[in-house]
């Protein structure tokens, strides 16, 4: 009820405003004061801006203790307890609407004002909009909650190399309530070559009644984002079966420069997809296959490669995308990429590993293998010597006993021994010739050899005669050539002996062109010597004769001609391992 | 009569064909080594040479059958060795046979025979 106010309080009242007037007047705090019947009459000037009023006196006249809106925020009864009981009163950061429609974090202090009598003559109000504050500090605490969902997944990320649990952990953290808290993830991965954006895993439940099981058995457990992290890969397990079915189904070429993905991908820009700001064209058939027309997506980005592409959604909730969970997104994606390039780096620095150990490991091997063929080699050149040493001795006593028996007659009293000599002579001689024979043949088997690496050793080996000779060699091996299958030592030995023999029979000075090629089946090999004072023209009848026939035994064929006495011409045609299988097939 | 050389280390060997081809009929000749070899085809009238790859075990035998080529590129020369293996190698091939030692002789004379009446 309002009370009838004296004169004297009024004047009083209006005195004591006059006396505070100046004071007030510049404050930067909303200040007003109202009699003891809760009417304003008095606002200082910064007061309508806090209130959003256009001037001071829109204030004055109204009735604290009436207004709808401080009714509605349940502060009247503090105005009056005020007025009435003489009380203080503060409330901080009160969200209100003033009547002139602006929204706004209030924060209030009040307190009565008292004459000499000591009766309250009203109340003198202080008003702040702590708005920007407030959104500071909300600003702070988003910033607050990003940090610590990208610390904790940080972590989790930090833990492991291996790319698949990686890209499970991506996929939880978008989808843990804990973190991003989006309902479904769907990762896409560039293939190898860059040419394709490709689905490659999804999470997410596929109803709302999957959904809320899911989410209510993980709520009950009050588990922090870490321990999410780590046990929810289990907890989903055969539960996603649909997503990653739609998740298969995205491939999209990277030279779709109009679709929003293929955008995303090379302005490395997060953005969010809705039917307004996307072309229906662009974006139908993926809205239609996911079955939702809202979507973040963030690209994978490590350092400046691009590792691919985060989809989110809200499928199951409906729940907005706002600005914050794409910015958060985008920021988990960076970390998400930084882990999978680690990831990636790691494995190619463990298949260097592996090819390391295996290059030691063969390396070892090889060694080895030296070792027992040096020792193996020399334990078979000394039995071959030896076999050797005994064939001359064998033919001295074998030949004289034999020309001693042609002298004598059986009637000789040692004509019988003499025949047991030569007998067992002719049986240790065949013995010989077959061992020989065996040691000859077994060091001989064929084998699948690169024509240009043997003609490359023999060149080497015979390096310090071309040079002595001074030959100088051109070379011509046609890169490539398939492999022969024949008798390495027979080859290695025919060119040695081949070349020994030009250079042997050569002046000094001059050219030896050494070329390959394919022709067909067959690979052609051709020494063209170029040497004055040459004697190979007449060294060739019998030497080459047989050379010839020896290439005859490898499968090829050998031909020669010379121009004149300083140029001469070699060609030798050897199948290939195909080309001697078609013309042996037995073989 | 016709005049062979025989190029060997071996001082039996030399014994043994010496008298063995002398019992044919032929003159023979003995060489130790490759200077005596080319000394006695350069002074001497030589129809043939029979000779060892590995003189002192070394492959010196190579060496003279190319200098004994050059020397005269229509001398017969037999190759007559203990080992197979050198039938293989290239500087082998201008020698006019290539026989493995054997204690009988046989084989050795017939190739004698035939590479003195000019067949090769």
Redesign the interface.
């Known amino acids: 009820m309002e009370i009838q106010l004296s004169a004297e309080k009024i004047n009083n009242l209006d005195l004591l405003i006059k006396q505070l007037r100046d004071i007030f007047q510049e404050l930067t705090v909303g200040i007003f004061i109202c009699d003891q019947n809760g009417k304003i009459r008095y606002v200082n000037n910064f007061f309508p801006k806090v209130l959003g009023s256009s001037k001071p006196e829109d204030s004055v006249g109204l009735n604290v203790l009436e207004l709808e809106n401080i009714r509605a925020v349940g502060i009247d009864k503090k105005f009056k307890e005020t007025l009435e009981q003489g009380k203080s009163f503060a409330v901080e950061r009160v969200k209100y609407r003033s009547i002139w429609g602006k929204e706004a974090f209030l924060s209030l202090r009040v307190t009565p004002l008292k004459e000499k009598d000591g009766n309250y003559a009203g109340l003198i109000g202080f008003v702040e909009d702590e708005s920007n504050k407030v959104k500071l500090e909300e600003s702070l605490k988003q910033n607050i909650y990003e940090l610590s969902i990208i610390d904790g997944v940080e972590k989790v990320l930090g833990s492991t190399l291996n790319l698949n649990e990686i890209l499970d952990i991506i996929l939880i953290a978008v989808t843990a309530g804990q973190g991003l808290g989006f309902n479904r993830a769907f990762l896409l991965l560039l293939d190898d070559k860059e040419t394709f954006l490709e689905g490659k895993m999804a999470i997410g439940p596929s109803n709302p009644d999957e959904a809320f099981r899911i989410w209510n058995n993980l709520s009950q457990q009050n588990q922090s984002l870490e321990e999410i992290l780590k046990s929810y890969r289990s907890a989903l397990e055969q539960k996603d079966i649909e997503v990653n079915q739609i998740v298969q189904k995205i491939k999209i070429s990277m030279k779709e420069q109009g679709n929003p993905l293929i955008q995303s991908v090379s302005d490395k820009q997060a953005r969010y997809l809705n039917e307004e700001n996307c072309s229906a064209s662009d974006i139908s058939q993926l809205f239609e296959l996911l079955g939702t027309r809202r979507v973040a997506l963030a690209p994978l980005i490590s350092v400046d490669k691009v590792e691919g592409l985060i989809l989110a959604d809200n499928f199951i909730t409906g729940k907005e995308i706002k600005a914050e969970d794409l910015k958060l997104l985008q920021i988990f994606a960076h970390h998400a990429g930084s882990a999978i390039e680690r990831s990636r780096l790691y494995l190619r620095l463990e298949k260097k590993l592996v090819e390391l150990e295996e290059a030691n490991r063969k390396i070892a091997e090889s060694s080895q293998r030296m070792i027992r063929m040096e020792r193996s080699q020399a334990i078979e050149e000394i039995t071959?010597e030896v076999a050797?040493?005994l064939?001359?001795p064998?033919?001295?006593?074998?030949?004289?006993?034999?020309?001693i028996l042609?002298n004598i007659t059986p009637q000789d009293a040692n004509y019988k021994y003499l025949e047991i000599i030569?007998s067992e002579?002719?049986r240790m001689?065949s013995l010989l010739?077959s061992f020989?024979?065996y040691v000859?043949n077994s060091k001989n088997k064929t084998k699948e050899l690169n024509l240009n690496q043997v003609i490359e050793q023999t060149l080497e080996t015979l390096k310090e005669e071309f040079r002595e000779k001074r030959i100088y060699l051109v070379k011509n091996l046609q890169p490539g050539i398939p492999n022969l299958f024949l008798n390495p030592a027979?080859l290695n030995?025919?060119l040695?002996?081949?070349l020994?023999?030009m250079l042997?029979n050569s002046g000094s000075g001059g050219s030896l062109n050494i070329a390959t090629r394919l022709f067909k089946d067959e690979i052609i090999l051709s020494l063209s010597l170029l040497s004055p004072n040459s004697?190979v023209e007449?060294?060739k009848s019998?030497?080459?004769?047989?050379?010839s026939a020896?290439i005859e035994n490898l499968g090829g064929t050998l031909k020669y001609h010379s121009e004149d006495k300083e140029r001469f011409y070699l060609e030798i045609k050897l199948f290939t391992k195909g080309g001697q299988d078609e013309k042996h097939p037995h073989s | 009569m016709k005049s062979i050389l025989i190029v060997d280390d071996e001082e039996h060997i030399l014994d043994l064909y010496q008298k063995e081809l002398a019992d044919e009929g032929y003159e023979v000749k003995l060489a130790r080594d490759v200077t005596q070899a080319l000394e006695i085809t350069d002074k001497e009238k030589i129809n043939l040479v029979i000779l060892d790859i590995k003189l002192y075990g070394e492959e010196n035998g190579l060496e003279t059958l190319s200098l004994l080529k050059r020397q005269n590129k229509d001398l017969p020369v037999i190759l007559n060795s203990a080992y197979s293996t050198y039938k293989n190698n290239f500087q082998t091939w201008l020698a006019d046979a290539y026989l493995v030692k054997s204690s009988n002789l046989d084989e050795l004379k017939e190739k004698i025979r035939d590479l003195l009446r000019g067949i090769r």
């Open positions: 071959l050797h040493e064939r001359n064998m033919t001295i006593i074998g030949g004289f006993a034999r020309s042609k030569v002579i002719d001689e010739t020989l024979d000859h027979w030995s025919s040695i002996n081949l020994k023999n042997y004697i007449e060294a019998s030497s080459l004769a047989m050379a020896l």
